[in-house]
């Protein structure tokens, strides 16, 4: 039937031009951030049931001030405390220090809540379940740690309301630099034309 259709309406049709190298481009870059996307979205789950297990008042703590499980200041938070015991030892001007790194504002009393939430006493695992999930709990969090670094623009944060309105345009900036490719490719794009 296709057949039949070209032989019968060829002059209805026109050839349709292959995509150029900048489109090509293009999708491969969109699909290789769709995929660490995915891939962050993931382990990110991973380690908010490895947390759940054995360490829910990390997540309580990050959930209190606001803080999403990928952001940087909350990775290096669980890197530096992966386990109810170390976390308990992490002093507050370690905190302090991880929240100025991230730009957080009201840092001092941030890191005081933070603090008394990861000291409070809660139900624990046995300490060899503990350690077994703090290696989990460690290991995702260095997968997350690379992934978001390789993603194309790291415009995938929301901007923060921490932030200072300089911060909010320079990331509202980023967010458009793929949109702004996207018109250059379609604009050189090969246009067909009438057979």
């Known amino acids: 039937m296709l057949a039949e259709i070209v032989r019968l309406d060829l002059d209805h049709h026109r050839p349709v031009a292959g995509d150029s190298a900048q489109v090509e481009r293009l999708k491969m870059i969109a699909r290789t951030r769709q995929t660490l996307v995915w891939d962050r979205t993931r382990h990110a789950q991973r380690l908010r049931a490895a947390l759940r297990e054995y ?6 703590a990050l959930a209190a001030e606001k803080l999403e499980l990928t952001d940087p200041d909350a990775l290096e938070l669980l890197e530096r405390a992966p386990d109810p015991d170390r976390a308990a030892r992490l002093s507050q001007s370690k905190i302090v ?10 840092v001092e009393a941030r890191a005081e809540r933070i ?30 740690v690379g992934i978001i670094a390789q993603l194309p623009g ?5 901007p923060s309301p921490d932030r ?12 458009q630099r793929p949109l702004k490719m996207w018109r250059g490719c379609a604009r050189s794009a090969v246009r067909p034309g009438p057979v």
């Open 55 to 60: 360490f829910p008042a990390a997540l309580d």
């Open 97 to 106: 220090g991880i929240l100025k790194r991230a730009r957080r504002r009201d």
């Open 115 to 144: 603090q008394s939430v990861l000291r409070a006493p809660a139900l624990r695992q046995p300490p060899v379940l503990e350690s077994a999930y703090a290696t989990v709990a460690t290991t995702q969090i260095r997968l997350l």
């Open 154 to 158: 790291r415009d995938h944060q929301p």
């Open 164 to 175: 200072a309105p300089s911060q909010r345009a320079a990331v509202r900036g980023r967010a």
